[in-house]
């Protein structure tokens, strides 16, 4: 069975940290696909990133960068220089390839990111 | 470009009622997918539409049901309400072809069960 664990319950930085979420997962299949998506307090979940199995290069999206290592079965997401808008529930999420098109997703508990100004 | 659209944004049901929620997915979109979010959780997964057929479900029983309509707009129902129904339901439309396209979610809809 596939899980997704995110350790960090609540983060609280002043703006400009930098801040890091942790994310590890847990699947038996070797295609699978990685998401982190951002829910501010609105509701709406809003897609950041998506990585395949395949790729481990990290990617860098302004001031969001994030670490795919397979070895530790982690996928974590950086914000550098934090900024109060940052603010909000952050997810991460797994889903594995049963054969094509888009997956039910399994997601963490999320990290509600607390930015002070 | 319309974004996913659910309805209504509220609903406050009391326990052994049934109910229906309405989902429009993103334009260009053919799978629609619904999560059950509880207070304080990440979102689980309830099942997935694709060419008007379940293609794919989560751990939730068969009070949960759904359709999907020959426009790709979907419906969740959920019979026999319990108090733990109280969630913000999800749903979250995609390309049902190719590598795992990303999901694309509206903004919810909260049901209160008293």
């Known amino acids: 069975a596939q899980k997704v664990t995110q350790a960090q319950t609540e983060i609280s930085v002043v703006e400009k940290e930098d801040v890091t979420l942790d994310c590890v997962y847990e699947t038996r299949d070797t295609t699978y696909y990685l998401f982190w998506y951002k829910q501010p307090p609105s509701g709406e979940l809003v897609f950041l990133i998506r990585?395949?199995?395949?790729?481990?290069q990290n990617e860098i999206s302004g001031r969001y960068s994030w670490n795919f290592q397979k070895s530790t079965s982690s996928f974590n997401f950086t914000i550098t220089a934090s900024q109060v808008v940052d603010s909000a529930v952050y997810f991460c999420?797994?889903?594995?390839?049963?054969?094509?098109?888009?997956?039910?997703?399994?997601f963490g508990k999320g990290t509600h990111l607390i930015i002070q100004p | 470009d319309a974004g996913v659209t659910q309805s209504p944004t509220h609903l406050i049901k009391t326990r052994g009622q049934q109910v229906t929620l309405r989902c429009s997915p993103k334009?260009?979109?053919?799978?629609v997918s619904w999560y059950q979010q509880a207070l304080g959780q990440g979102p689980q997964f309830i099942f997935q539409y694709y060419e008007e057929e379940e293609r794919q479900r989560g751990n939730f029983p068969d009070r949960f049901s759904g359709h999907q309509f020959p426009n790709y707009s979907s419906e969740l129902n959920v019979n026999a309400l319990l108090l733990g129904d109280s969630a913000l339901y999800l749903c979250?439309?995609?390309?049902?072809?190719?590598?795992?396209?990303?999901?694309?979610f509206g903004d919810g809809t909260r049901l209160s069960i008293l």
């Open positions: 999420a797994l889903s594995e390839n049963s054969g094509g098109g888009a997956d039910g997703l399994t």
């Open positions: 334009s260009g979109h053919d799978t």
């Open positions: 990585r395949n199995s395949f790729d481990e």
């Open positions: 979250a439309s995609s390309l049902g072809r190719g590598d795992n396209q990303p999901q694309h």
